[in-house]
């Protein structure tokens, strides 16, 4: 045997005190769909935590090749019995099994060394690289902060999509939905955020936990590489409860992941958090309140469905300076069906939110992406939060846009365009184009605002549409080998003062002088 | 509706009503309803409650080995349950090692080896 292995053995010997204490315990009464009836349990307590004891009438050895120790979650609390829900496997459970109470409420570990870790919806490592040496276990279900232990919103959280940074800025603490059909690039907007956190100074970068539930496992698997592969994987956490984990394990979930950042969060630390996605979320949930027979509402979800969620994204906070001033962003996901935004489980996160990104299946199919509808899109609290320069060029920019989409539509009927409406359409085409940005590549701010000032000022409107892309990164590259210190002038002091308009519109000049191909 | 009447039934026989008495009166209420027919599955709830309520009363004592003696410590636990010792349940149960275990009216109390071997084991592994 391994030395250390004999030393940690006599150490646990050496401090082991035997449990002499008095034990809660009931009697499994009816198992099934993973919800368990037990008998007796006098003062439990909703929440708590229940441990079913297998190893009764087994041997040592029988004992030890259990496995991990399998746990109930108490939901329902009855005049002679309790119901609670199994976070492991049903089969280890049988009629008259002994459930012992653990005077626990349900919480998982935290810390330092969880990050760039696969958990599942227990906190426990499944990415296969040891357990937890040194973590803090924070309670999954905890109440949010309170008025006076919050301030507004004032940091941005650069998402690094031109569309959303410039028309819909995100704040940090603040809690923005991500809202669209299924295959419309929602989780490709969440994965791209973590990814653009690489461009933020490490001292202001946030933790990022991104809580996959009822989702393939091989997308989750997919989103772990590609966040490996793009070096961001070293400051995010994967909570991952699978469309074949139990129900119970996929509505604990998001708790779970919320737990995890609110450990970073109480010590000043930025925190972003996304639930992918949350109408899974509240499936599971529909399904754990029917089995426990709680009656069903409109849709058949249960009548707290709206408090699961509310009580879920209140805990996204931005903390007053008092509190350490750490942050909390929530970027919760829900699927629509066919577009529906007045669905019961969208409408209500919609109303929990502050703003709501709106993603659109004819403009994807368009191939405009990320295909986000600017026009019903919003940020309620984040425009506070944008940057002074971002503030400066994108300032008409969703005017602009809204006004093309209408001249489009129009177009498709008219015959004869005056000319300012042909400069605006023609205008708006190109700011489609540039507003459009590849899968994986999130842009630094420094870079969005070159462009989108030049976009902003028609530097595009002499360059065909099918070429808007290829100019766009050849300015970039132009500006790269020649005028780094524009950029490092925006990325240090946020803004764009008019002595650096002027500059950026010579240095544009000068680029369109060096590209003359690219203008017609 | 029948674990409903077979709750009632529990609840007047521990009240202190006797219980052929209750039997009838439950069975004159039923013909008086024209609910006769549930009386079978009645009973059938009466003898659940009944398993269930003699489960959850029933105090079993386990040792490792035959001829434990009964020790202080096993005394204060009975007492603190509120259990005469005529009422306790002794098994044997070699799996415990050494030790005793004592397991009834809601309450365990496991000071066997095999619980503070698995309680180590538990610890050494998790590290």
Known sequence: ?520 | MEHAYAKALVFVIERGGKPLASVRSLVRVLEREGRMALLPRIVHAFKRLAATDSVRNSVVLSFAKKNTRVSRKMREALRELGVAKKDVRVEVDPTLIGGWRLEGRGTLVDVSYKKALLDIYRATVAQ
């Open chain 1, 1 to 520: 045997m391994n030395p250390s292995t004999v030393q940690k053995i006599i150490k646990e010997i050496e401090s082991y005190t035997p449990r002499t204490a008095h034990v809660s315990v009931g009697t499994v009464s009816a198992v099934g769909d993973g919800v368990v009836t037990i008998d007796g349990l006098k003062g439990a307590v909703m929440g708590e935590m229940l441990l079913f004891e297998e190893t009764k009438g087994k041997t040592l050895e029988e004992g030890t090749k259990q496995g991990a120790p399998l746990y109930g979650l108490i939901l329902n609390l009855e005049e002679d019995s309790v119901r609670a829900t199994l976070l492991g496997d049903v089969a280890r459970v049988y009629e008259g099994m002994t459930v012992e109470s653990t005077g626990r409420i349900l919480s998982v570990p935290s810390g330092e060394e969880v990050l760039g870790r696969v958990v599942n919806a227990l906190g426990e490592p499944i990415d296969g690289k040891g357990p937890f040496k040194k973590v803090t276990m924070m309670p999954v279900e905890r109440e949010s902060y309170g008025v006076i232990d919050r301030k507004s919103v004032s940091v941005p959280l650069q998402t690094g999509i031109k569309a959303i940074d410039s028309m819909i800025p995100i704040g940090r603490g603040q809690r923005e939905l991500i809202i669209g059909d299924r295959g419309t690039g929602k989780t490709t907007i969440a994965i791209d955020t973590i990814i653009s956190q690489r461009n933020e100074p490490k001292e202001k970068r946030p933790v990022c936990i991104y809580v996959a539930i009822g989702q393939k496992e091989s997308k989750t698997a997919r989103i772990v590489a590609h966040l490996r592969e793009k070096d961001a994987l070293s400051y995010t956490i994967v909570v991952d409860a699978p469309a074949s984990a139990p129900a119970a394990l996929q509505y604990l979930a998001p708790f779970t992941g919320a737990a995890i950042g609110e450990y970073f969060m109480d010590r000043g630390r930025d925190v972003l958090v996304i639930y992918d996605d949350l109408s899974k979320q509240a499936v599971a949930y529909r399904q754990l309140s029917l089995l426990l027979r709680r009656p069903p509402g409109r849709e058949a979800y249960p009548g707290d469905i709206f408090y699961l969620h509310s009580r879920l994204l209140e805990r996204a906070a931005c903390l007053s300076k008092e509190k350490g001033g750490g942050t909390l962003t929530a970027l919760p996901i829900i699927e629509t069906q066919d577009g529906d935004v007045s669905g019961y489980i969208p409408t209500n996160v919609i109303s929990i939110t502050d703003g709501q990104i709106f993603l659109d299946t004819s403009l994807f199919n368009k191939g405009v992406r990320p295909a986000i509808d600017v026009g019903i899109s919003v940020s309620r609290v984040g425009s506070s939060a944008q940057t002074k320069a971002m503030k400066s060029v994108a300032g008409t920019l969703r005017l602009e846009l809204a006004q093309f989409r209408e001249l489009e539509s129009f177009m498709q009927f008219a015959q004869d365009l005056d000319k300012a409406t042909a400069e605006r359409i023609e205008s708006g085409r190109r700011m489609v184009e540039v507003l459009k940005q590849g899968n994986g590549v999130p842009m630094p701010l420094a870079q969005q605002v070159v462009i989108l000032y030049a976009a902003v000022n028609k530097f595009f409107i002499e360059v065909p549409v099918a070429r808007v892309r290829e100019c766009e990164a050849k300015l970039l590259e132009f500006f790269d080998a020649s005028y780094s210190k524009i950029l490092e002038e925006i990325k240090t002091t946020g803004a764009v003062s008019d002595e650096l308009k002027k500059t950026l519109s010579l240095a544009l000049q000068k680029f369109k002088g060096a590209h003359g191909e690219l203008f017609t």
